[in-house]
């Protein structure tokens, strides 16, 4: 069964950092790549963050772009996301989602349980 | 990027009753890579259904996606108990993937 285990969020202070990890089991972590998606209640659903099966390519949501880095080690089927400059707006639920091949396609299944930031003095 | 608008916004319903959701683009869907997802209260989002009309692995034939284009349907047959969610479309088509703002399928 595949599972999805996010881990790492918190309360951060505006302009602080955090790093999230999603552990995966239950597949051939390495073939298949991987996304982020936050939510919450006012803009609903975002995606953040993909990265490919390799980690060779990474793809990013403007509104991210130059504070939020994505990356996966391999060796240990599991997925990161390092962010920076965090800001109020960055608040939300982060799920980890499987994408269906090694290249990124943007269609996700199955989500992990989302770990939920707070970015607040 | 595109824009999907979900109608409507809340569906109050029977269980056994047939639910109709609606996710309007902004511009034509590349492909047809539509999306949509089920999420109950305090769960992630589930995929009941890819490139618009073909259901994930487990997902109940009740469910059924249709469209083209920039217009796209869910019907659920005949709600179950279980059926009482959120539902959201997706996008893949076009850069960034985007997600409409959700229906909710409540209880009547």
């Known amino acids: 069964e595949v599972q999805l285990l996010e881990s790492g969020g918190g309360l951060v202070q505006p302009g602080g950092s955090l790093r999230l990890s999603c552990a995966a089991s239950g597949f051939i972590f390495s073939n298949y790549a991987m996304t982020w998606v936050r939510q919450t209640p006012g803009k609903g659903l975002e995606w953040v963050s993909a990265?490919?099966?390799?980690?060779?390519?990474?793809y990013y949501a403007d509104f991210v772009k130059g504070r939020f880095t994505i990356s996966r080690d391999n060796s240990k089927n599991t997925l990161y996301l390092q962010m920076n400059s965090l800001r109020a707006e960055d608040s939300a639920m982060y799920y980890c989602?499987?994408?269906?091949?090694?290249?990124?396609?943007?269609?996700?299944?199955?989500w992990g349980q989302g770990t939920l930031v707070t970015v607040s003095s | 990027e595109i824009v999907l608008t979900q109608s409507p916004g809340t569906l109050s319903l029977s269980p056994g009753q047939r639910a109709t959701v609606s996710c309007r683009a902004s511009?034509?869907?590349?492909?047809?890579?539509l999306a949509w997802y089920q999420q109950e209260p305090g769960q992630a989002p589930r995929l009941l259904i890819f490139?618009?009309?073909s259901r994930a692995p487990g997902i109940p034939d009740r469910f059924r996606g249709s469209g083209s284009g920039t217009d796209f349907t869910l019907t659920i047959s005949r709600l179950e108990a279980e059926d009482f969610a959120v539902y959201y479309c997706?996008?893949?088509?076009?850069?960034?993937?985007?997600f409409g703002q959700g229906t909710k399928v409540e209880v009547k």
């Open positions: 490139g618009a009309s």
């Open positions: 989602a499987k994408d269906r091949g090694p290249f990124a396609s943007f269609w996700f299944d199955p």
């Open positions: 990265i490919s099966g390799s980690g060779a390519t990474t």
């Open positions: 511009q034509s869907v590349s492909g047809d890579y």
């Open positions: 997706q996008q893949y088509g076009s850069s960034p993937t985007t």
